[in-house]
T-cell receptor, first 114, second 115 residues
Framework: QKEVEQDPGPLSVPEGAIVSLNCTYS??????FMWYRQYSRKGPELLMY????GNKEDGRFTAQVDKSSKYISLFIRDSQPSDSATYLC??????????????FGQGTILTVHP | DAGVTQSPTHLIKTRGQQVTLRCSPK?????VSWYQQALGQGPQFIFQ???????QRGNFPDRFSGHQFPNYSSELNVNALLLGDSALYLC??????????????FGPGTRLTVL
């Protein structure tokens, strides 16, 4: 079993829709949770960064972390064709010997069509 | 402010050859991590360099080695290339403060094809 599970999709939605992306994980040592966006043949770009449980909002993006359920989500409101990309969840432990090593999900391919 | 840069962009090698990939971290960052991303998969951690030493290593064979220079730039070397080494190799830089390493920022990657 992988430490981080993410549905690869693909997910196709109309412009303006609310998109929900999710990951589950098994390692309770994870304390930092990130969402990266990756366009085709490019490097991942950091979208959201959260510590422990709770919600964080940034413009059209909202990240949620539920550590009790080992479940994280990214919501995209008013989705745009430019949001079409692969979305990767990533996690790391807290300090100690973790040193920020990231464990990624497989990535979800999202297409927003006009 | 330049972000993370990597060279070369693309590389084609044959089985058994050796390859060296290069990375310059974002200004102000002192820690470099390398990841391998196979097609359709998420990146997998190879190793991390800090203060010119390998600080942590993922589940990769010894054919994968690296180096960090005094200016914090880094190299990834892969010996005896296999077909399965074909992937996008990503470099990520970050800043270490005490026991905590801050969030990582990725470069555009080097796409390696092994024939």
């Amino acid at each position: 079993q992988k430490e981080v599970e993410q549905d690869p999709g693909p997910l196709s939605v109309p412009e303006g829709a609310i998109v929900s992306l999710n990951c589950t994980y098994s390692n309770s040592a994870f304390q930092y949770f990130m969402w990266y966006r990756q366009y085709s043949r490019k490097g991942p770009e950091l979208l959201m960064y959260t510590y422990s449980s709770g919600n964080k909002e940034d413009g059209r993006f909202t990240a949620q972390v539920d550590k009790s359920s080992k479940y994280i989500s990214l919501f995209i409101r008013d989705s745009q064709p430019s949001d079409s990309a692969t979305y990767l969840c990533a996690m790391s432990g807290a300090g100690g010997t973790s040193y920020g090593k990231l464990t990624f999900g497989q990535g979800t391919i999202l297409t927003v069509h006009p | 402010d330049a972000g993370v840069t990597q060279s070369p962009t693309h590389l084609i090698k044959t089985r058994g050859q050796q390859v060296t990939l290069r990375c310059s971290p974002k200004s102000g960052h002192d820690t470099v991590s390398w990841y391998q991303q196979a097609l359709g998969q998420g990146p997998q951690f190879i190793f991390q360099y800090y203060e010119e030493e390998e600080r942590q290593r993922g589940n990769f064979p010894d054919r994968f080695s690296g180096h960090q220079f005094p200016n914090y730039s880094s190299e990834l070397n892969v010996n005896a290339l296999l077909l399965g080494d074909s992937a996008l190799y990503l470099c990520a830089s970050s800043l270490t403060a005490g026991t905590r390493t801050d969030t990582q920022y990725f470069g555009p990657g080097t796409r390696l094809t092994v024939l």
